[in-house]
């Protein structure tokens, strides 16, 4: 009798991990190439993918980019938790200018670490929730979909600045890819010059984001599959 209780503690346990690992496979959640315009002329090039893994504390996502405009590559690799909260990023750019960053989060904060001539350490204010978003990278805007309409902080590593906006649900529309359309859902974050629209589909990969301030526009090269 001992023995058999012993085992039915055991095996739910093992049950609930199995399910939880289902729940959440490993994989490739979104790659893209995204043709970026400004004002309708060319503006370069961003390729992104987006993976959910096991980390040593759970489920994790790793979003990596690399991004080309007017001779300039920047390179990104943000890590978050299970909930989308970021936990480590790097940051290089190449060309008109050199920089290489890290930044790691610990408890509420945010430690930012820039390396070469302009060597610096700077500390954020980084609350459950707050995300990571560099101005001059779009896939980020990935996690800010994952929040329901309400108001979220940020930082921008990149260019040493915060801020804060809201995302709501603008509605239901098709984007186009030649003949195809595909359904998404449009969201817009922030407002004024900071405002930028963002499209996903219904598996919340990403089909277009817009700058309307800055005329940039930013468009998947072709339809998810």
């Known amino acids: 009798m001992g023995m058999w209780l012993r085992v039915v503690r055991v095996v739910p346990a093992a049950l609930v991990l199995a399910v939880s690992a289902g729940a959440q496979p490993s994989g490739i959640i979104d790659e893209a190439n995204f043709t970026l315009t400004r004002a309708g002329a060319p503006f370069g090039t961003e390729y992104f993918k987006i993976i959910r893994r096991l980390g040593s504390d759970g489920v994790e996502y790793v979003a990596q980019c690399t991004r080309t405009m007017e001779g300039t590559i920047i390179r990104t690799a943000l890590t978050a938790d299970s909930a989308g909260n970021p936990t480590t990023y790097t940051r290089a750019m190449t060309g008109g200018s050199q920089t290489q960053m890290t930044a790691r ?8 670490n820039e390396e070469g001539r302009a060597a610096s350490s700077r500390d954020y204010v980084f609350t459950p929730g707050t995300l990571i978003l560099d101005d001059d990278v779009i896939h980020q805007l990935y996690f800010v979909t994952w929040r329901d309409p309400r108001a979220i902080g940020f930082v921008a590593p990149g260019g040493r600045v915060t801020g804060h906006g809201t995302v709501t649900e603008v509605g239901r529309e098709n984007i186009m890819f030649g003949r195809v359309a595909v359904p998404a859902i449009h969201y817009a974050f922030g407002e004024g010059d ?3 629209e963002i499209w996903i589909d219904s598996d919340r990969r990403l089909l277009k984001v817009s700058n309307p301030a800055r005329q940039i526009v930013g468009t998947r090269d072709r339809p998810p599959r």
């Not at 989060?105 to 930012?112: E, P, Q, S, Y």
């Open 105 to 112: 989060r610990a408890i509420n904060l945010l430690t930012v």
């Open 194 to 196: 900071a405002r930028r």
